[in-house]
């Protein structure tokens, strides 16, 4: 069974930082492609951040400069570092795994940015 498990996210002042982090179980994490989505009520859930395999990324340009997407392929882990946070970065945050043409999914984990 594969699980995808998100912690890390609160709330936050805007300005701020978080770090979310994810541990994949079940597969073997080296050879998925890993990223980040968000996803606000009503809407489509978007890309924030993808990592390959080989550790190249891609960003959606609203991130560009503040979030950063790794891989530590020895915890099976992906995280996604975000800085200066603001009002409008205010979502639920999902794990996304892909191996090949199997996509798994976290639970989500909700980010707050607000005073």
């Known amino acids: 069974q594969v699980q995808l498990a998100e912690s890390g996210g609160g709330l936050v002042q805007p300005g701020g930082s978080l770090r979310l982090s994810c541990v994949v179980s079940g597969r073997p994490f080296r050879v998925a492609v890993m990223g980040w989505y968000h996803q606000t009520p009503g809407k489509e859930r978007e890309l924030v951040a993808r990592?390959?395999?080989?550790?190249?990324?891609n960003y959606a340009d609203s991130v560009k400069g503040r979030f950063t997407i790794s891989r530590d392929n020895a915890k099976n882990t992906v995280y996604l570092e975000m800085t200066s946070l603001k009002p409008e970065d205010t979502d639920v945050y999902y794990c996304h795994g892909r191996w090949g043409t199997n996509v798994y999914w976290g639970q989500g984990i909700q980010v707050t940015v607000s005073s």
């Open positions: 990592i390959s395999t080989v550790g190249t990324t």
